[in-house]
């Protein structure tokens, strides 16, 4: 095996990463280089989990005019073509694949099991976990951060369209200052919605670090696996 930082990782993906330059569905030519660069970790020994979001085909607080549950159920659908998509692309790369839902759907999908999951990840094999907690209210953040518990993760990965934390959007604000590390105690009370305050809570509370970077290079992927500092640090 070769030296790597993380064993075992958790891997965030929103749903706006794999549609590309499209902003919507699915951008087959984004998913195969994400793919690529999850297959080169894979066979450096890493055991990768991934959670992957929904809003590039449907965000549950889009549907305003829907009743909130209903909107949220949709939304963990959308995942699952996510996920679909993702282990389609991986098993193409030779890479043992196994999508598992919060919600059961057995004809296309195993039903969420800790252990199985734990199972497939000694084995190698990549685990997709869809429809985040399998309960509305909830983000695909917070199944990031509970997925990433329950399986023991070293680390979440949380790809974003930006490079890291930042005190305000720099999008916006050309003052904005980026922060290498910090804590989660900090986001809290800075309100900078790196992610939702219940999945930060979550992984403050269990001691999970997370490193915030930017997917435009999925290369970066590989980079911090092999220990260099992209991004955010967040512990």
């Not at 690529?36 to 992957?52: A, F, H, L, R, T």
């Not at 949709?74 to 098993?91: C, F, K, P, Y």
Request: net charge neutral.
């Amino acid at each position: 095996m070769k030296d790597i930082a993380y064993k075992r990782i958790l891997l965030k993906l929103s749903g706006e990463a794999l549609a590309g330059e499209k902003k919507t569905g699915v951008d087959s030519s984004t998913v195969g280089k994400i793919c690529d660069k999850i297959k080169e970790i894979v066979d450096m020994g890493v055991q990768v989990s991934i959670v992957v979001g929904g809003g590039n085909f449907w965000r549950g607080r889009d549907g305003h005019q829907m009743e909130r549950t209903t909107s949220d159920y949709m939304g963990m659908l959308a995942t699952t073509i996510n996920g679909l998509a993702l282990q389609d692309a991986l098993e193409a790369r030779g890479i043992y694949t196994r999508v598992q839902t919060a919600i059961e759907m057995r004809e296309i999908a195993e039903p969420y099991i800790k252990r199985k999951a734990i199972k497939h990840l000694e084995r190698g094999r990549v685990v997709i976990f869809a429809c985040g907690t399998g309960n509305p209210y909830f983000s695909t953040d917070t199944g990031a951060a509970l997925r990433a518990a329950e399986t023991d993760a070293e680390v979440i990965l949380l790809a974003k369209t930006i490079d890291g934390v930042y005190s305000a959007d720099p999008k916006e604000d050309p003052n904005a200052i980026k922060y290498d590390e910090i804590s989660y105690l900090d986001i809290l009370n800075k309100d900078l919605k790196v992610m939702d305050s219940t999945a930060t809570s979550l992984c403050r509370d269990n001691k999970i670090p997370l490193v915030v970077f930017g997917i435009d290079d999925p290369n970066n992927i590989v980079r911090i696996i092999k220990g260099e500092k992209i991004g955010t640090l967040i512990k």
